[in-house]
């Protein structure tokens, strides 16, 4: 069966600091991949998304970005963390951009 | 392009009461529509899904949703609130390799 992990779970960095989440999925291949930020009582808002290795398409001009350095791998990063990067991140997959499949998330706090 | 709205940012139900969380979409071609649900601090769970099936579509947890063409709706029911469903509830539309979330529904149970 397929699952997804993230990491960490619980993040505080500095602002100004960079940032490396990590996300991967075990049991399929080829996946469409995605990264969401959760804000403080506000909805899901997709960040990025890739269909395929180094294929990475922006939905939000910020100060993130993303890249798939292999098939089952998608990293979220930071050069510079701004207070408003605080957030929830969910990392999701899904075939063929139908049903996506939620990973546990990671909790980030930027002070 | 496919989009879907949530009337009621926050709804609340006795225990025991009928759970009735709002959905409406646009979309230009058939839809596919899902509902999620998020507790707190977790990723997001598929509820259900309609892919142009049976109208009626019976998820977990006691949920169901009908889709309405005419109305283009997709409600989420369940006859009976359980405390175990206070959570935040997300419906969403297929996109071109993505969903388009809704804003998410915050349901409260009351003892």
């Known amino acids: 069966s397929q699952t997804i992990h993230q990491w960490p779970a619980t993040l505080v960095q500095p602002v100004g600091s960079p940032l490396s989440l990590e996300c991967t999925v075990e049991?399929?291949?080829?996946?469409?991949l995605y990264w969401y930020r959760q804000a403080a009582g506000r909805g899901l808002q997709l960040l990025f998304y890739?269909?395929?290795?180094?294929?990475i398409s922006s939905e939000v001009p910020q100060n993130l970005s993303a890249s798939r350095p292999q098939d089952r791998q998608f990293i979220l990063s930071s050069k510079k963390l701004l207070l408003s990067d605080s957030g929830f991140y969910l990392c999701?997959?899904?075939?063929?951009?139908?049903?996506?499949?939620f990973g546990p998330g990671t909790r980030l706090l930027v002070l | 392009a496919q989009s879907v709205t949530q009337l009621g940012s926050h709804v609340s139900v006795s225990e025991g009461a009928l759970v009735l969380l709002r959905c409406n979409y646009s979309?230009?071609?058939?839809?596919?529509l899902f509902w999620y649900v998020q507790y707190p601090n977790q990723g997001l769970q598929l509820l259900l899904k309609?892919?142009?099936?049976?109208?009626l579509v019976k998820g977990i947890n006691g949920f169901e949703a009908e889709f309405k063409k005419s109305e283009t709706s997709f409600h989420l029911t369940k006859p009976s609130a359980h405390m175990s469903d206070a959570a935040e509830y997300f419906c969403?539309?297929?996109?071109?390799?993505?969903?388009?979330f809704g804003q998410g529904t915050r349901l409260t149970i009351n003892p």
């Open positions: 999701a997959w899904s075939v063929v951009g139908e049903t996506q499949y």
């Open positions: 049991g399929t291949s080829n996946p469409n």
């Open positions: 890739s269909v395929g290795i180094g294929q």
């Open positions: 979309s230009s071609v058939p839809p596919y």
């Open positions: 309609y892919t142009s099936a049976a109208t």
């Open positions: 969403a539309v297929k996109g071109a390799q993505k969903l388009v």
